[in-house]
């Protein structure tokens, strides 16, 4: 019985020396929540709001201008003066038709006389036919310079009319490309209006770029100014060659809608994209290589620890990977040390990444 005794205290002081192993040690890791990309961006571009239609208008008649009365940026209604000629030269053909007017309605008036005269003596039978023949020439002859006489002094009028420069529909002033006092020739570009109502935006393409671009291509436009203003546009028209010197060439984009912060004039960043067969995309840190194969470590949210789970890829960069196979759009992976990881392992997940 008192050996039974010594060899069970021997087993309890055994025991009680022996240490129970430290349990295993949570690492915190990074992680990022899978999300199915389907969309892929082609390029980012700056550009700028542009109205689509613009008018290149100058005088009818040649001149000095006299005074140029909006700036550039003014909205001018229907009918708004933009500027005007020195009118003298106009004034002086007006006078000078006019004259020409008095001149042949006095002739017209002794043609007429003329022509009652001798139709008076052919009747009395004292007057010769070939006398009230000439007389009556001279006045279809007399009527018909007093038409020509009254249709100069019309184009007279119109061209005094024409020293001024007014709109013919609503616009925005965006260009002048002449100033008070210079010389200016019939039809010369003086000015340049912009239609208000409809907007697109407009960028410069590389001209690789554009031979590439899917018919289905999406254009997200947003103000640079403020990002949040945003909207979608897709391609109006392309420049067919490209700009010798940059090798771009520019397309015009329809927008979907026109936000009140898309004015004529701001400044856009333009980003395409195309829709594509759903697919993951993780950063490269999350890729652990293994005896050959690709591997992730997915994170169990209810026990919070990982496992690994092999992968198969698509593509990879010097930053990311694209994966075919593995993983699911909503899970959550390591995306940062899975070199040190083990399987069952329990991790704390950055609360500043939560994504």
Not at 106 to 134: S, Y
């Amino acid at each position: 019985m008192k050996r039974l005794l010594l060899v069970f205290a021997g087993v309890m002081l055994v025991a009680c020396s022996e240490k129970e192993p430290p349990p295993e040690p949570v690492r915190p890791v990074l992680s990022i929540k899978v999300q199915a990309l389907d969309e892929e961006t082609l390029g980012r571009f700056a550009g700028s709001i542009q109205a689509r239609y613009e008018t290149n208008v100058g005088f009818r008649v040649p001149g000095r201008i006299a005074s140029r009365n909006v700036d550039v940026g003014a909205e001018v209604e229907k009918g708004a003066l933009l500027a005007t000629l020195d009118p003298t030269d106009q004034q002086n053909q007006l006078r000078s038709a006019e004259g020409d007017l008095a001149k042949v309605q006095a002739q017209l008036i002794n043609a007429q006389a003329n022509a009652r005269r001798q139709q008076e003596l052919f009747d009395r039978g004292v007057g010769a036919q070939a006398q009230l023949d000439i007389a009556q020439t001279d006045l279809k002859t007399t009527q018909a310079s007093l038409d020509q006489a009254k249709a100069a002094v019309d184009q007279a009028r119109d061209q005094l009319g024409y020293v001024e420069l007014r709109t013919d529909h609503k616009a925005i002033v965006t260009a002048w490309n002449a100033e008070a006092g210079q010389v200016v020739t019939a039809g010369q570009q003086v000015v340049t209006l912009a239609q208000p109502d409809i907007k697109e935006a407009v960028i410069d393409l590389p001209d690789t770029l554009v031979d590439q671009l899917p018919t289905d291509v999406v254009f997200q436009v947003a103000v640079q100014l403020d990002p949040s203003i945003t909207t979608t546009a897709i391609v109006r028209e392309i420049e067919p060659q490209a700009q010798s010197a940059t090798r771009t060439r520019r397309a015009r984009l329809t927008l979907t809608d026109t936000p009140p912060g898309f004015r004529l004039g701001t400044a856009i960043s333009v980003t395409l994209s195309s829709a594509i067969k759903p697919r993951i995309e993780l950063p490269l840190t999350a890729l652990q290589e293994v005896d050959g194969k690709s591997r992730i470590w997915v994170i169990d949210p209810q026990n919070q620890t990982v496992s690994p789970r092999d992968i198969s890829l698509i593509s990879r960069t010097d930053t990311t990977m694209v994966l075919a196979s593995g993983v699911k759009s909503g899970e959550r992976v390591v995306s940062a040390g899975v070199n040190s990881l083990k399987p069952g392992q329990k991790v704390k997940i950055d609360e500043d990444n939560p994504q």
